[in-house]
């Protein structure tokens, strides 16, 4: 009864269920297939963030063209551009490895 539940829980991690699509019934469940939906996930989520930052750092330093630069606006865009960098490069090497692994795959 346990590993009913399980399956369940781990058919929830493949790429097409978060439409709402079901696996075919001849494909059996993969689990590097998960792994790489997963993957694909937090480095989009990585990007997004890392970008958002970006803008904030720009919309930041636009304000303070504007209005004047204080130190506590420098601070905020100094650690705007830090963290969005530190998150952004990797979610950007990540999701470029997982591309050449579903293009690799399909070949």
């Not at 689990?31 to 750092?57: H, M």
């Not at 969005?84 to 999701?95: E, K, W």
């Amino acid at each position: 009864m346990a590993g009913a539940g399980k399956s369940q829980e781990s058919q929830g991690d493949l790429p097409g269920s978060s439409r709402g699509t079901a696996p075919a019934a001849d494909q059996p469940f993969d689990d590097v297939l998960a792994r790489r939906a997963r993957l694909k996930r937090i480095t989009s989520l990585g990007q997004r963030t890392g970008y958002g930052l970006y803008l904030l750092s720009l919309v930041l330093g636009a304000v303070g063209t504007r209005w004047g630069y204080t130190p506590l606006l420098s601070t905020l865009i100094a650690v705007a551009l830090v963290v969005g960098s530190m998150l952004l490069a990797p979610s950007i090497v990540m999701s470029h490895g997982i591309k050449a692994a579903e293009r690799e795959e399909r070949e």
